[in-house]
């Protein structure tokens, strides 16, 4: 057994004592929100609109979840993430008018690998190199990056131009074609599980670890030997590719996909739905995204707010911002809890 | 880690993440429940639900609020009579906000939350092309375009009440060549589909008249900038501009056009969609000598419309959103007329082949303009066109009619 | 040749407006080392008094006097209250910045109700030289422009203030050593940069359209020409603004317009990537 010999290990030993988690409180808020999520279309039954409603919250949390494992487990500030979604939006819709294929088992792994190889190109450019880039300039030319397809999309005729492209194939697995309801549902809350699942185990790994370690400390950690830019690369086309798969999902869900679908609009809708929820956290996007849903639905049919809702939601990221940046989950999670444990650790002996 | 802290951890925490699981229980349950009991979504027998969505912000907003307001006004006349056959007609708007990405979530809501029985509305041919995948493929659910545009829409279950190519350049481009004798033309456009379209036919009207395209480009939608286009019209000595640039890139250019001397110069400005709406948003010297061809004007003499106008100025009094073709509110007239004649042709039922196979062959005797009538099996109807030139005097605008063609036939589908 | 003049002429026009946003966003970003992710709205709410003026009838013209008033003190106000916050944390600013900006611009559409409006240029009309007729108003913009740099270059080099705005600027640890009130200086100069992008809305709006929407072109377009011309000096972004406004008024006529528009930005991101200082460098970032 361990007996401290010395006071100075006693005192380490009590630090460490009082650092240890008291209490998890996030496996109980992911266990309620996934049980919630399942049961959903049994208690909306015959809403249709709901059910239509909850269906986009959960492929817009997929989406807010890409842009948490940029911002809130590697620093990068993307404000392009939209970017990967149009993208992959627009492809799927390509694929189902020109080649009549909407098979979702061979559309929506084309989707990621569009998200994916979207992304690998824009971290080649902006992140890895020589030089590294300042996190303004990152931040900038995600925005940039999104703000120039947009413009292009919204010229190109062959996408269809400012109209986008409607009248989307339906997404199908054999002869069986979803359209909004109970099926799509859970053929998204099952991307969600997924992704979320994954994600979560990329964490809380020991490439999580490094993760953490780049959060507190960027410099030090390249000092360590890391390649930093390169671990930034990896989550930043993994996001891509997230988002790549929510944007599929969307545009099939839709059945309607334009260059709004790719610019800054979106990719800031995805910032915020992330940090009201609380950055960092995988089920804060989730949150944050039904949250801010939800209530957007309820509000739209009220003139009064409708035409300000915009406004409510800038206040509330100035809000999040300045004063919780934690965001809702901030309330109820130890800043402990947020920095995780990390896989099986290689105890010194 | 002692006992007592863990327990106290428990209690507070569990607390908290019960009670906010509660309540969203609860709060989901309050939804379905209060949507149940509201009489007004009842199932049974009750009144005519007549969808309308259209751009009621955006850049489209001048026209969107027009439609708007004349079908208020056309129900209103139609309520007032006592219905179609005695069942009142509800009407629920949605705003598309010239944003097909927000149209399509609004739209959907009209179809499964309201599960109206007719849409009517649309005003660019971006927004129908994405309005009409959730109303007649998801939402099986009838379609009534109001607005002129490029043809070629053939989808059975929508309607088109609007004119088509033919039905505006057909007479319009042989009497700018022949009366006027411009014979060089200039295509400048809005780069989506309208445009593309109609200047494709255009084009074949102009040559096969002997005339000449100079040049035909496209620009993005809110282009501010039109030097390059301005100088190629004054070294292709182009003396008619076919204009398709919409708003907000049209009064840049209509102004830039304007400034660099072109109608001083003997050129002539010409724009199919133009109506007096559209007058009031430029200066009135820039819009001396436009030439226009629409399905109605205001300055058509004819009782009928007369009496419409002044029924729609009792009801709206000064309002800026007026009574034109340009902005679909003739169409968009047409459009519930036609409805209520197929109603009333199925004996009051509102399923949606019923009414189609009815609306396919209805016909109006009276409207804006002169009346109308559905040409059976091709989606589109026929209707009287007018060519007017805008003249300016005193800082005022107003149109002139110079020309009158009866029951045009559209030569769609 | 008559073409090339009048060409040249409305590139310049552009141009100057887009200097004047430049230069306001290049001060702050050089002097408190963040990126003003509201300026394109600033700009915006120069163009809106102008509108309101012009709705109210005070005519548009004290609404060009106004808007760099108005959106001074706007200015200002941000400043002492929500902006001073972010100096430490450059990214949380951008973020900030941003909200801030995404409120305003969605007042504004509120208000406007999301239409579009035209403003009429308060002197209209153009006058002949040389057989070629200019606009009088785009001449207006660029004289304005001109004298705006002129009194700003002055006011920098040769007054007092001037002489502590540039010695905070270059190192603001030292400044504030010396007794200079960097704070107060902060607040200036950020009320300075917003009273210049009223100015450029308000000279802008008659020429395009007012819409909520203007904001981002112009953002997107400023912070190229800053990160392009270099941060911490005066001449650099307006050397940056000068090479944006040329290509993308340029560009058109080599390309297809639809294809020239995102192709500015690419190009300049490129070049910004090749060149992190910019032309040319002094300074912080």
Same mark, same amino acid.
């Given at each position: 057994m361990d007996v401290p010999t010395t006071r100075a290990a006693a005192q380490a030993r009590k630090v460490r004592g009082s650092n240890?988690?008291?209490?998890?409180v996030l496996p109980i808020v992911e266990v309620v929100t996934f049980l919630l999520l399942l049961a959903a279309p049994f208690i909306l039954a015959e809403r249709t609109a709901l059910v239509t409603l909850m269906t986009n919250i959960v492929i817009l949390s997929v989406f807010a979840i890409s842009f948490d494992l940029c911002w +809130?487990?590697?620093?990068i500030m993307s404000f392009g993430q939209a970017l990967f979604f149009g993208a992959a939006g627009y492809v799927v819709a390509l694929v189902g008018r020109? @080649?009549?294929?909407?098979?979702l088992l061979g559309t929506l792994p084309l989707a990621v690998l569009v998200g994916g190889l979207l992304s690998a190109a824009l971290a080649a450019f !902006? !992140? !890895?190199?020589r030089k590294t880039p300042t996190s303004i300039f990152l931040a900038f030319g995600t925005l940039t990056g999104a703000y120039a397809a947009e413009r292009l999309v919204s010229g190109w005729q062959y996408v /269809?131009? +400012?109209?986008?492209?409607?009248?989307?194939?339906l997404m199908a697995f054999g002869s069986f074609e979803f359209v909004e309801g109970p099926a799509f549902y859970f053929v998204a809350l099952a991307a969600l599980v997924v992704v979320y699942a994954g994600s979560r185990v990329l964490v809380r790994s020991q490439f999580g670890l490094v993760l953490a370690g780049m959060r507190q400390n960027e410099e030090r950690l390249a000092f360590f030997g890391y390649r930093v830019q390169m671990f930034k690369a990896v989550m930043f086309i993994l996001a891509g590719m997230i988002a790549g798969l929510s944007g599929a999902l969307y545009s099939y869900h839709q059945g309607f996909t334009g260059p709004g679908n790719l610019g800054p609009g979106l990719s800031t809708t995805a910032v915020i739905y992330c940090l009201f929820g609380g950055? +960092?956290? @995988?089920?804060g996007p989730v949150l944050g995204t039904g949250a801010i849903e939800l209530l957007s639905y309820v509000l739209a049919d009220t003139d009064a707010i409708r035409q300000f809702w915009p406004v409510i939601l800038g206040l509330v990221l100035l809000v999040v911002v300045m004063f919780?940046?934690? /965001? @809702?989950?901030g309330l109820i999670v130890s800043a402990r809890e947020r920095i995780g444990s990390f896989g099986l650790r290689r105890q010194a002996r | 880690m002692s006992e007592t802290d863990r327990t106290r951890g428990i209690t507070r925490r569990h607390f908290l993440n019960g009670a906010g699981a509660l309540t969203a229980a609860g709060w989901i349950a309050g939804f379905t429940g209060g949507w149940v009991l509201r &009489?007004?979504?009842?199932? %049974?027998?009750?009144p005519i639900k007549m969808g309308i969505a259209t751009d009621?912000?955006?850049?489209i907003a001048p026209s969107g609020n027009a439609n708007w307001q004349v079908a208020q006004f056309a129900v209103e006349q139609i309520n007032t009579a006592g219905g179609i056959l005695g069942q009142p007609i509800e009407l629920h708007l949605e705003d598309t906000a010239s944003d097909p990405k927000i149209a399509v979530g609004n739209v959907r809501k009209l179809i499964q939350?309201? *599960?109206?029985?007719v849409v009517l509305g649309g005003i660019t041919s971006a927004m129908r092309q994405a309005i009409k995948d959730p109303i007649?493929?998801?939402?099986r659910t009838l379609y009534i375009y109001p607005q002129l545009y490029e043809g070629q829409?053939?989808? =059975?279950f929508l309607f088109n009440t609007g004119p088509s190519p033919a039905q505006q350049c057909d007479r319009l481009i042989p009497y700018i060549m022949k #009366?006027?004798? *411009?014979k060089r033309f200039a295509m400048p456009s809005a780069n989506y589909v309208w445009p593309q379209l109609l200047n494709k036919y255009a084009r074949k009207v102009i040559e096969a008249n002997?005339?000449?395209?100079?040049f035909e480009e496209y620009y993005p939608l809110? $282009? %501010?900038?039109?030097s390059a286009t301005i100088s190629k019209i004054k070294d292709g000595k182009v003396d008619c501009v076919f204009n398709t640039v919409i708003p907000p890139g049209l009064q840049p250019f209509v102004k830039q056009l304007y400034e660099s001397g072109f109608q001083k110069n003997g050129g002539v400005l010409s724009c199919v969609y133009y109506d007096e709406n559209l007058?009031?948003?430029? &200066?009135?010297a820039e819009m001396e000598g436009l030439i226009s061809c629409l399905d109605?004007? $205001?300055?058509?003499?004819d009782p009928f419309s007369k009496t419409l106008q002044q029924g729609y100025a009792k009801k709206f &009094?000064? #309002? =800026?959103?007026?009574?034109?073709a340009g902005s679909a509110s003739t169409g968009m007239y047409r459009g519930v007329k036609f409805y209520e004649e197929a109603v009333k042709a199925t004996g009051g039922k509102l399923g949606r082949e019923e009414v189609a196979a009815a609306l396919d062959h209805a016909v109006l005797k009276?409207? &804006?303009g002169g009346g109308a009538a559905m040409v059976p099996g091709h989606y589109h109807a026929k209707m009287n066109m007018y060519i007017a030139v805008c003249k300016s005097e005193g800082g005022k605008t107003r149109y002139d009619v110079i020309d009158k063609a009866d029951m045009v036939d559209p030569r769609e589908c | 040749m008559d073409f090339a003049i009048k060409f040249a002429f409305d590139i310049l026009a552009f141009t100057s407006v887009m200097v004047l946003i430049v230069l306001g966003l290049g001060v702050i970003a050089s002097m408190?080392?963040?990126?003003?992710?509201?300026h394109g709205e600033l700009v915006l709410l120069g163009a809106y008094t102008v509108y309101l003026c012009d709705e109210y009838g005070l005519g548009a013209w004290s609404g060009v006097i106004a808007a760099p008033i108005v959106v001074g003190l706007v200015g200002l106000v941000l400043e002492r209250t929500?902006?001073?916050?972010?100096y430490a944390v450059p990214i949380i600013a951008m973020l900030g910045t941003y909200a801030i900006g995404l409120v305003i611009r969605e007042i504004v559409r509120g208000l406007l109700g999301g239409h579009y409006k035209s403003i009429p240029e308060p002197i209209s009309g153009s006058f002949s030289a040389g057989g070629l007729d200019f606009s009088i108003w785009r001449s207006f913009v660029i004289v304005t422009t001109m004298v705006v740099i002129a009194g700003s270059w002055l006011l920098l080099s040769r007054t007092s203030v001037g002489l502590r705005v540039r010695g905070a600027l270059e190192n603001p640890m030292l400044a504030r050593a010396c007794g200079i009130s960097t704070a107060r200086l902060y607040a200036l100069t950020f009320a300075f940069g917003a009273a210049l992008a009223g100015l450029a809305g308000a000279l802008i709006v008659p020429l395009y359209q007012l819409s909520a929407d203007i904001g981002i072109r112009f953002l997107v377009q400023a912070f190229l020409s800053v990160m392009l011309g270099g941060?911490?000096?005066?001449e650099g972004p307006v050397l940056g603004a000068v090479a944006v406004g040329a290509m993308a008024a340029g560009l058109p006529w080599v390309v297809i317009p639809v294809l020239a528009d995102p192709l500015v930005f690419v190009i300049a991101l490129a070049v910004v990537r090749l060149r992190?200082?910019?032309?040319i460098t002094v300074g912080r970032l």
């Open positions: 240890k988690l008291r209490f998890r +809130g487990f590697s620093g020109d @080649l009549d294929f909407s098979q !902006l !992140l !890895l190199g /269809g131009a +400012g109209n986008g492209l409607s009248s989307i194939k950055s +960092g956290t @995988l089920i919780q940046p934690t /965001g @809702l989950l | &009489p007004r979504w009842a199932h %049974a027998a009750g009621i912000t955006g850049a939350e309201r *599960k109206v029985d007649v493929n998801r939402g829409e053939c989808t =059975k #009366t006027l004798g *411009k002997g005339g000449e395209v100079v809110d $282009q %501010a900038e039109y007058l009031n948003y430029h &200066p009135a109605y004007f $205001q300055a058509v003499d &009094p000064d #309002t =800026k959103y007026l009574f034109t009276e409207g &804006p | 408190m080392g963040i990126f003003n992710f509201a929500i902006i001073k916050r972010f941060v911490g000096t005066f992190p200082q910019g032309f």
